[in-house]
Nanobody
Framework: DVQLQASGGGSVQTGGSLRLSCAVS????????IGWFRQAPGKEREAVSC????????YYADSVKGRFTISSDNAKNTVYLQMNSLKPEDTAVYYC????????????????????WGHGTLVTVSS
């Protein structure tokens, strides 16, 4: 199975930055996607961003566009989520997930597309 490990969470003040990391085991297929999701207390889990291995294309939820950036370092088998201008509403447990079922980009932010999930890392943003 694909193994994922998220890290880098912490506590910051409004306007601060954090960079989350997701270490991923080697995929059998050359085509795969890594997604970041988050779940705030009492809320449903929601998509944040994803990146496709095929061409490096990225997708973002409207709530984080312009503030978050997803990137990958293939040599380190790691995907990052750079989070800037953090807001209290960004407070959540952040999860990274993987899938080898790459479909049309518009569907890659759907939670059901992802088959492998790592444990989350907590991000707390205080006002």
């Amino acid at each position: 199975d694909v193994q994922l490990q998220a890290s880098g969470g912490g506590s910051v003040q409004t306007g601060g930055s954090l960079r989350l990391s997701c270490a991923v085991s080697r995929f059998t297929s050359e085509d795969y996607a890594i997604g970041w999701f988050r779940q705030a207390p009492g809320k449903e889990r929601e998509a944040v961003s994803c990146i496709l291995s095929s061409d490096g294309s990225t997708y973002y939820a409207d709530s984080v566009k312009g503030r978050f950036t997803i990137s990958s370092d293939n040599a380190k088998n790691t995907v990052y989520l750079q989070m800037n201008s953090l807001k209290p509403e960004d407070t959540a447990v952040y999860y990274c997930a993987a899938t080898e079922r790459v479909v049309a980009g518009i569907f890659m932010l759907l939670e059901g597309v992802y088959d492998y999930w790592g444990h989350g890392t907590l991000v707390t943003v205080s006002s």
